[in-house]
T-cell receptor
């Protein structure tokens, strides 16, 4: 059974710092991995989608990497801003259940001005 | 602003009430999803509709009854709910079943008295 974990559970950094969020999954048989952002009381916003054949994706200050063989992904945020404060979730689409995604528990990020 | 609209944003109901949650999208997506999210937890899949037909029911109690009257609308009918059903209910859609990314609404915050 696919399980997804995220470390750390919470993170507080001063504005301007570069930071890394980690996601691990137990079964490397995935179609893709996705990073989402969720603001308090809101829905999920897709940030980056990495296909299983890809190593990384970039969007602005965000860079996500995927090492499928080790079951790991990282989300790198450069020059963090207070507006980056949110919960970040990773989700994998397993090859054994193409129509579902398995979410990690999320990392709650606070960027202090 | 999200392209998936959910109403109401907040709902408080007693355990004997009957209410409905509504979700609407006009992106031409043919797959629609209901998720339940408890505080500080990841979303949990409840139901999936594909081309207006129920495709997945994740063993959800019968007090939750989904309905997809047309390709743009998804309802979740609620009856005789329990206090533990209090949560954020998220709707999402995608082009077709299994496609990503899923587009999420901002959710309905449900409280059961």
């Amino acid at each position: 059974k696919q399980e997804v974990t995220q470390i750390p559970a919470a993170l507080s950094v001063p504005e301007g710092e570069n930071l890394v969020l980690n996601c691990s999954f137990t079964d490397s048989a995935i179609y893709n991995l996705q990073w989402f952002r969720q603001d308090p009381g809101k829905g999920l916003t897709s940030l980056l989608l990495i296909q299983s054949s890809q190593r990384e994706q970039t969007s602005g200050r965000l860079n996500a990497s995927l090492d499928k063989s080790s079951g790991r992904s990282t989300l790198y945020i450069a020059a963090s801003q207070p507006g980056d404060s949110a919960t970040y979730l990773c989700a994998v689409r397993p090859r054994t259940s193409y129509d579902k995604v398995i979410f990690g528990p999320g990392t709650s990020l606070s960027v202090i001005p | 602003d999200t392209e998936v609209t959910q109403t109401p944003k907040h709902l408080v109901m007693g355990m004997t009430n009957k209410k409905s949650l509504k979700c609407e999208q006009h992106m031409g997506h043919r797959a629609m999803y209901w998720y339940k999210q408890k505080a500080k937890k990841p979303p949990e899949l409840m139901f999936v509709y594909s081309y207006e037909k129920l495709s997945i029911n994740e063993s959800v109690p019968s007090r939750f009854s989904p309905e997809c009257p047309n390709s743009s609308l998804l309802n979740l009918h609620l009856h005789a709910l329990q206090p533990e059903d209090s949560a954020l209910y998220l709707c999402a859609s995608s082009q077709v079943l299994g496609d990503q990314p899923q587009h999420f609404g901002d959710g309905t915050r449900l409280s059961i008295l």
